[in-house]
């Protein structure tokens, strides 16, 4: 396993990927799966892959240098996929002004809440600030206004709140460590021991459920909603861990349609019509909870969504209520 910084390199045109990684053996396995089956985040690189490409480590390093090397490495690269445009746009004093205008500036260990616009395409909370037609992160922008250079990863935010502009609370890291910080702020900051036994009683005695049916139920039952993969981990008990807690068995995919219908049930035209005239407006989840308890069958959001589609149980007289 070797940490350090790492280039996925095209030897037709010699352009190349630069980024780091605890273990680049691991990490290069995944960048060449994902360019494999055409899902890699970096559209150019994918656009380019070929056999030629080739992986190749520039520096070994300590992992608390990682950040600092990776952006070394970027900024003195000259024929880049992920260098970033922003590296190289220089903010104004006027933009600064502008940007401190948006911006509700209090004491220092307190939030400052941005004003302005947040980002609609994204509806990911973040304010959005604009310069020379690019569309900047508000808090990015803060961090540039403070340390007079961009941040090469994303910004951290200590406080959790993500319209803080308060260079105070923003810190450079990367994807794992800010993956880690929501972990961490959903458990200390939303979830008690109480929620998660219970959690783990309701999981043992519906195995069969999928993890969307189980943030579903998750959400109604407490009020707090989280994230499906989350819940799932508890359940095995990779957080919140208890030595004492037994994980309880999976039934086999393949015979999840056996073991889901609950007394010999079978779809019904009833169930059908339930399914297309009165439960058509709530999502698929909640269509799939809401027919378990009320027929005590089991459905996959593929059988509903086709249902709804009328590719199953095709009705004539039927008009599409809504396209999922």
Not at 310 to 321: F, I, K, M, T
Request: with cysteine; net charge positive.
């Amino acid at each position: 396993m070797t940490c350090g910084i790492y280039a996925i390199v095209n030897r037709e045109n010699w352009r190349s990927y630069v980024g780091s990684s605890v273990d680049i053996e691991n990490r290069s396995k995944q960048h060449f799966a994902a360019l494999r089956n055409h899902k890699h985040i970096n559209k150019e690189l994918q656009a380019d892959f070929n056999e030629s490409f080739m992986l190749e480590i520039l520096q070994e390093c300590p992992e608390s240098v990682l950040l600092q090397q990776e952006k070394y490495w970027i900024i003195q690269g000259y024929n880049l996929y992920n260098k970033s445009k922003f590296l190289e746009l220089e903010l104004t004093e006027k933009d600064e002004i502008r940007f401190k205008n948006l911006v509700d500036v209090k004491s220092d260990n307190e939030c400052w809440l941005w004003n302005g616009a947040t980002r609609l395409k994204n509806r990911d909370g973040y304010g959005k600030f604009v310069v020379k037609g690019q569309h900047l992160t508000a808090h990015k922008c803060a961090y540039y206004f403070h340390h007079k250079e961009w941040p090469l990863g994303i910004i951290r935010h200590k406080c959790h709140n993500k319209l803080c502009c308060n260079p105070n609370h923003l810190i450079d890291g990367s994807f794992a460590q800010n993956k880690q910080d929501d972990m961490l702020e959903s458990r200390l900051g939303k979830l008690n021991w109480e929620q998660v036994n219970e959690l783990r009683e309701y999981f043992k005695s519906n195995p069969e459920i999928c993890q969307h049916e189980l943030a579903y139920w998750f959400e109604v039952k407490f009020g707090i909603k989280c994230t499906p993969n989350y819940l799932i981990n508890i359940c095995k008990n990779k957080t919140w861990k208890d030595k004492d807690y037994v994980i309880p068995t999976r039934p086999n995919q393949k015979n999840k349609k056996l073991i889901g219908n609950k007394n010999g049930a079978k779809i019904t035209w009833d169930i059908v019509n339930d399914i297309r005239y009165n439960l058509s407006d709530k999502s698929l989840a909640e269509i799939s909870f809401d027919i378990e308890n009320s027929y005590s069958l089991k459905l996959s959001k593929q059988q509903i969504s086709r249902i709804i589609r009328n590719e199953r149980w095709y009705d004539e007289s039927y008009n599409q209520l809504a396209i999922r």
